[in-house]
């Protein structure tokens, strides 16, 4: 089992609704938690850091953590074209003190106009 | 503030050749790391460092690859001899884990091409 999964997408949404992006992790002991967005030929950017249970919202995005099932998701609210990118989730491996990230593979989010 | 610096931003050389791929992390960071990524492989965790100290190296393909990081302020990840199969591109990112917080900000990344 990889410790960050995510799905590969492409996942299509049509501008303005609502873009959820998922990822699951195989360490209870993770602590941090990251989301990245990747434009094509860019390098990952961090746009959102999680470290407790519960929502954590900027702007149009909401992070959202459950801890005890194992997962992060990223809601995007009024998706824009300039969303389309890929979205890298990024947990700590919690067996470690030490500072490295694992990342997911990246989902692909599309916005259709 | 000046970001994660690197440079070249594209290498193109030939099989056999040396690689110097360098990096300036954001000044006050004390991890530094370097990935690679491609389109089969995704983000790959090479080395990385705290403090100027190589903490973990599992990462690293094979012996052709060698990084240091001889101060604060910069580091080099070496691939000698160079191999077509090392065509990637090469991010560097930086973090301050001091206060128990990791999250990393990468460099434009260096595109690299070995024919």
């Known amino acids: 089992q990889k410790e960050v999964e995510q799905n590969s997408g492409p996942l299509s949404v049509p501008e303005g609704a609502i873009a959820s992006l998922n990822c699951t992790y195989s360490d209870r002991g993770s602590q941090s938690f990251f989301w990245y967005r990747q434009y094509s030929g860019k390098s990952p950017e961090l746009i959102m850091s999680i470290y407790s249970n519960g929502d954590k919202e900027d702007g149009r995005f909401t992070a959202q953590l459950n801890k005890a099932s194992q997962y992060v998701s990223l809601l995007i609210r009024d998706s824009q074209p300039s969303d389309s990118a890929t979205y890298l989730c990024?947990?700590?491996?919690?067996?470690?003190?030490?500072?490295?990230?694992?990342f997911g593979s990246g989902t692909r989010l599309s916005i259709r106009p | 503030d000046a970001g994660v610096i690197q440079s070249p931003r594209h290498e193109v050389t030939e099989m056999g050749q040396e690689v110097t791929l360098r990096c300036k992390p954001i000044s006050g960071h004390n991890s530094l790391f370097w990935y690679r990524q491609t389109m089969m492989r995704g983000l790959e965790l090479l080395i990385y460092?705290?403090?100027?100290?190589?903490?973990?190296d599992s990462g690293m393909p094979e012996d052709r690859f060698s990084a240091k990081m001889p101060n604060a302020s910069f580091s080099t990840l070496k691939i000698q001899p160079s191999e077509p199969r090392d065509s990637a591109v090469y991010f560097c990112?930086?973090?301050?884990?001091?206060?128990?917080?990791?999250?990393?900000?990468f460099g434009p990344g260096t595109r690299l091409t070995v024919t």
């Open positions: 990112a930086s973090s301050d884990n001091r206060g128990g917080v990791y999250e990393q900000y």
């Open positions: 460092f705290n403090n100027n100290v190589p903490i973990d």
């Open positions: 990024a947990v700590d491996p919690g067996y470690s003190s030490a500072s490295k990230i694992i």
